[in-house]
T-cell receptor
Framework: KQEVTQIPAALSVPEGENLVLNCSFT??????LQWFRQDPGKGLTSLLLIQSSQREQTSGRLNASLDKSSGRSTLYIAASQPGDSATYLCAVRHQNSNSGYALNFGKGTSLLVTP | NAGVTQTPKFQVLKTGQSMTLQCAQD?????MSWYRQDPGMGLRLIHY???????DQGEVPNGYNVSRSTTEDFPLRLLSAAPSQTSVYFCATTGGYEQYFGPGTRLTVT
């Protein structure tokens, strides 16, 4: 079974800092990897999707990288703002899943950006 | 274009009661799924469907039932609620690449 681990579990940084969230997965036979943001009591908002053939994706201040062979992805947030405070979830879709398009989720990194 | 909608947003049940969580999508996607999210556990797959009339079990299917009569709707039924089913439930859909999630239903079973 694909295991997805996110480190750190929680992170607190002052506004303006650049930061990196880490995600690792045990089975490198993935189809794609998706980063989500979840605000307290809310649903999941998709941030970035990286296909297995890609190395990185960028959207605004966010950059996600993928190293499939080592089973790692990072989410880089530049110039953090208090509005970035949320839980960030990493999810992997396996290449030959017997659950169709199901995702395996990490437990998330809870980010707090202080003014 | 509402995307994925879920009702109700909140629900409190007594042990042994049954209920149906509703999920609808207007994206014309074939694949739909249900997850539950528990503190410290991450999201786990309950059931999924690859199209109307086709459903299958995920990682934690016990105590839940699903059916898929239309492309748009994928209801999740709790047959006899138990306190262990207290959780936040998310419905999701995908057209093959990105997954889109509903806003969730927060369920408490007392």
């Amino acid at each position: 079974k694909q295991e997805v681990t996110q480190i750190p579990a929680a992170l607190s940084v002052p506004e303006g800092e650049n930061l990196v969230l880490n995600c690792s997965f045990t089975d490198s036979a993935i189809y794609n990897l998706q980063w989500f943001r979840q605000d307290p009591g809310k649903g999941l908002t998709s941030l970035l999707l990286i296909q297995s053939s890609q190395r990185e994706q960028t959207s605004g201040r966010l950059n996600a990288s993928l190293d499939k062979s080592s089973g790692r992805s990072t989410l880089y947030i530049a110039a953090s703002q208090p509005g970035d405070s949320a839980t960030y979830l990493c999810a992997v879709r396996h290449q030959n899943s017997n659950s169709g398009y199901a995702l395996n989720f990490g437990k998330g990194t809870s980010l707090l950006v202080t003014p | 274009n509402a995307g994925v909608t879920q009702t109700p947003k909140f629900q409190v049940l007594k042990t042994g009661q049954s209920m149906t969580l509703q999920c609808a999508q207007d994206m014309n996607h074939e694949y739909m799924s249900w997850y539950r999210q528990d503190p410290g556990m991450g999201l786990r797959l309950i059931h999924y469907s690859v199209g109307a009339g086709i459903t299958d079990q995920g990682e934690v299917p016990n105590g839940y039932n699903v059916s898929r009569s239309t492309t748009e709707d994928f209801p999740l039924r709790l047959l006899s609620a138990a306190p262990s089913q207290t959780s936040v439930y998310f419905c999701a859909t995908t057209g093959g690449y990105e997954q889109y999630f509903g806003p969730g239903t927060r369920l408490t079973v007392t």
